[in-house]
């Protein structure tokens, strides 16, 4: 006796999702496309968004044409959208960065048709690569063990809420203790790492954080937030900046939040 809805769930849930070795071997494609300055070794499909600092840049003259040194890179897989985030600190490359990369797979062919990068460097917000080196690497974002796993929408909803604050200052934000913040090589954690230093002071006018592009893994506990962030203040000049932000969540309390902020080339409000 076959039983029809789950055969067809079954065959639902293959078509959409993707595996997590699927998944980490187009990370490691994008690693080492990026590490030889080889974008042709990556298996894109026959139209990929290749995206700079939310400018659609042809991928073999972006940054990928040239080889960079890369000293660490953490990697969320996001099995349901088939999209992995990574964040890359090149500290002892000639050129400096810090990257957060998203990266969509289309599930059927292997095939990446997205790569959405906010690449900070010096004059980016609080940008020191040495010192994000020195604190990402600190940090412990293990694999959360299966039964205390957070379910997507609460990893999800706990990210929404840091953003969310920025426009409602009276909103709360499920921060947990400890808790830290990098933003650029700024590190909220190290004075007091046992603290909950994340926590927020109200911005001049309210912020709505826009265009946000997620990267979810309930197994890291992280969720990456490619966004825009707005700049209202009326002395400066209103306009909007690439930003992303990586947030690791454990028992839907937010444990680390790390900053990418781009002020080079558009406006980062200073
Ligand atoms: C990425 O990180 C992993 C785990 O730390 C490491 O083994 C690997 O060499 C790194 N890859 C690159 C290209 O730096
Ligand atoms: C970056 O941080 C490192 C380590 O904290 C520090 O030694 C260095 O002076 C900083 N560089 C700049 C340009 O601020
Ligand atoms: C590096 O990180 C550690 C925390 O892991 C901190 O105690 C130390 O001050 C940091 N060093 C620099 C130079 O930022
Ligand atoms: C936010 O909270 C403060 C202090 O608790 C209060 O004075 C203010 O009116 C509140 N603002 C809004 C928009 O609710
Ligand atoms: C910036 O936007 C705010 C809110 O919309 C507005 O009040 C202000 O006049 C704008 N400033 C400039 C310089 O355009």
Not at 10 to 34: E, G, I, N, W
Not at 129 to 140: D, G, K
Request: net charge negative; proline share 7%; hydrophobic share 40%.
């Amino acid at each position: 006796m076959v039983n029809l809805p789950i055969l067809l769930g079954l065959a639902a849930h293959a078509s959409a999702v993707c595996t997590r070795p699927q998944l980490q071997a187009a990370a490691d494609a994008y690693l080492t496309a990026l590490t030889s300055g080889t974008p042709s070794t990556l298996p894109l499909a026959t139209t990929v968004n290749y995206i700079e600092n939310e400018v659609l840049v042809d991928i073999h003259t972006g940054i990928l044409s040239t080889p960079m040194k890369l000293s660490f890179n953490r990697t969320l897989l996001d099995t349901t959208d088939c999209a992995a985030f990574l964040e890359l600190n090149a500290a002892s490359n000639p050129h400096p960065y810090v990257l957060h990369t998203r990266l969509a797979l289309t599930p059927t062919t292997n095939q990446i048709n997205t790569l959405d990068a906010v690449i900070s460097d010096a004059g980016d917000w609080i940008f020191n690569a040495t010192s994000h080196l020195n604190y990402t690497r600190s940090e412990s974002w293990d694999p959360i063990p299966e039964s205390q796993r957070d379910s997507r929408a609460v990893i999800k909803a706990a990210a929404d809420a840091y953003l969310d604050q920025w426009g409602s200052p009276n909103m709360s934000v499920p921060l947990g203790t400890p808790c830290a913040r990098l933003e650029g090589g700024m590190y909220t954690g190290a004075s007091n790492p046992s603290a909950n230093t994340c926590a927020m002071g109200a911005f001049p006018q309210p912020l709505h954080v826009a265009k946000r592009r997620y990267v979810i893994d309930e197994v890291l506990g992280g969720v990456g937030v490619l966004n825009n962030f707005p700049w209202l203040e009326a002395s400066i000049v209103n306009g909007s900046t690439p930003s992303s932000n990586l947030v690791r969540v454990q028992g839907g309390l937010i444990r680390y939040i790390h900053e990418v902020t781009i002020c080079v080339t558009r406006m980062c409000g200073r």
